[in-house]
């Protein structure tokens, strides 16, 4: 079974333009999940979308959307890029029920982002 | 607010040393806890998953506590080996569903 995948592995981008991560979850998982990893905040949560909808969100400004396709792949987009939106971007998809998202996540690759 | 702490930051041992990596979380709802090892510039690899109604779980040479009303996990590794070089990080699932992370311990096995 093909794990979680995440493109592009790496992107380099400069201060003020934006861009869009994509994450394709594994197959049959319906909740993706993302976060962002820096060395001094560590990872922090993002948003988790489950069947084409925001299920829950964390606390970053509205820079940051995302959106879940009817195949359940999710792309994230972050626009007017700032240099500390450099980081790397991981994806994680679960099973996840109609109502709950207490199951194991699984975790992709990266997308490891650098703004000059 | 859930806050989760990993101590000790980094640790180095010989191989074949056994070692206890601790998890502590201010919290006691949580609805499961997830450790979960990290190689350098590399995604997560999930290692246990820990229900709030299970007290441990175990995976080959690795094994994962939760005592919920003390806030506390632990992941123990038997006889470690070079390959068990890596950022270990564990994580609590809360109400809402989403992963809150501890900032991880960084294990060096010497050979």
């Known amino acids: 079974k093909a794990g979680v995948t995440q493109t592009p592995r790496y992107l380099i981008k400069t201060r003020g333009q934006q861009v869009t991560l994509s994450c394709s979850p594994i197959?049959?998982?319906?909740?993706v999940s993302w976060y962002q990893q820096t060395p001094g905040q560590g990872l922090q949560f993002l948003f988790e979308y489950f069947s084409e909808t925001q299920r829950n969100k964390g606390n970053f400004p509205g820079r940051f959307s995302g959106r879940q396709f009817s195949n359940s792949r999710s792309e994230m987009n972050v626009s007017t890029l700032e240099l500390g939106d450099s980081a790397l971007y991981l994806c994680a998809s679960s099973l996840a029920s109609g109502t709950s998202t207490y199951n194991e996540q699984f975790f992709g690759p990266g997308t490891r982002l650098t703004v000059l | 607010k859930q806050e989760v702490t990993q101590i000790p930051a980094a640790l180095s041992v010989p191989e074949g040393e056994n070692l206890v990596l601790n998890c502590s979380f201010t919290?006691?709802?949580?609805?499961?806890l997830q450790w979960f090892r990290q190689d350098p510039g590399k995604g997560l690899t999930s290692l246990l998953l820990?229900?709030?109604?299970?007290r441990e779980q175990t995976s080959g040479r690795l094994n994962a506590s939760l005592d919920k009303s003390s806030g506390r996990s632990t992941l123990y590794i038997a006889a470690s080996q070079p390959g068990d070089s890596a950022t270990y990080l564990c994580a609590v699932a809360g109400s809402q569903g989403n992963l809150i992370f501890g900032k991880g311990t960084k294990l060096s096995v010497k050979p």
């Open positions: 919290d006691s709802a949580i609805y499961n």
């Open positions: 197959s049959g998982h319906r909740s």
């Open positions: 820990i229900q709030s109604s299970q």
